[in-house]
């Protein structure tokens, strides 16, 4: 199928359609042919220190009408997989005060102190970290529990550059402990396949695009569907030599849009 007859766009945020509070030039009129063609677009995003609610705000103060069901994060995918696999279990919470609240609000049994029967930790990417968080999981993980994160990314970006995000974190912690989480979000395909199935679309109408191949581009690659690799964030044409090669390439979102409007 060609790219223009897509019908299910999922879509990275940072670094792909804007960078911290910057809307990139093309977004809009990229989101708006993609509504004007019948087809539907969906945020798919790593990034779990913003509730969906914190996301439709952040979209809406930079010019992007958007409502949750525009959303899918990884922290979404990973109370998912918590329902699933572990009912009834108690979690140390790893992660911003939205996170808690965000698992709480979802039923899950989560605390932020070191307590008796805590049966795992659940990591997310934490702008609120402590070292008494990274003490306390030290102390955990001296023990066989259950250790889940929300997503594999070294690094955020920002407007000057990178700060560290989850999987950077978790680096820390295996190097203190030797324990490595089992990580829910981009490049594994859990939720891609989760938006499909959703939405009711087949996979070759679907295209992911991100800047990110070890994210973002390796989640399409692992979902079976296309890929479009956008050269406006963290990525460069150099990661995309790669296992999980892309199957577009372009400078940004702008060019995407020239793209499927030829």
Request: with cysteine.
């Amino acid at each position: 199928m060609l790219l223009k007859d897509k019908k299910l766009f999922l879509l990275d945020m940072d670094g792909t359609i804007y960078l911290d509070n910057d809307l990139f030039d093309g977004t809009l009129d990229f989101l708006s042919e993609v509504k004007r063609r019948g087809g539907r677009y969906l945020f798919v995003t790593n990034n779990s220190s913003k509730s969906t609610d914190a996301y439709v705000k952040k979209l809406r103060a930079i010019g992007i009408e958007a409502c949750e069901d525009d959303f899918l994060t990884s922290t979404d995918a990973t109370i998912l997989y918590i329902q699933a696999k572990y009912p009834g279990r108690r979690f140390y919470s790893f992660g911003t005060e939205s996170f808690t609240k965000q698992l709480r609000e979802a039923g899950i049994d989560v605390v932020t102190e070191l307590t008796d029967g805590i049966d795992g930790i659940v990591m997310g990417n934490d702008n609120e970290l402590s070292f008494k968080k990274l003490e306390d999981s030290c102390k955990l993980l001296l023990n066989d529990i259950i250790y889940i994160a929300t997503n594999p990314d070294w690094v955020c970006p920002t407007s000057f550059g990178y700060v560290p995000d989850c999987g950077s974190v978790a680096e820390m912690l295996f190097r203190a402990t030797g324990k490595r989480p089992h990580f829910i979000g981009k490049p594994r395909p859990e939720m891609l396949l989760l938006a499909m199935e959703k939405f009711g679309y087949k996979k070759e109408e679907c295209v992911m695009i991100g800047d990110r191949v070890y994210t973002d581009i390796a989640s399409g690659y692992n979902a079976g569907i296309d890929t479009i690799f956008v050269l406006s964030g963290e990525g460069t044409m150099a990661d995309a030599d790669c296992d999980t090669p892309p199957t577009y390439i372009f400078k940004n979102i702008r060019e995407v849009y020239r793209t499927i409007t030829e």
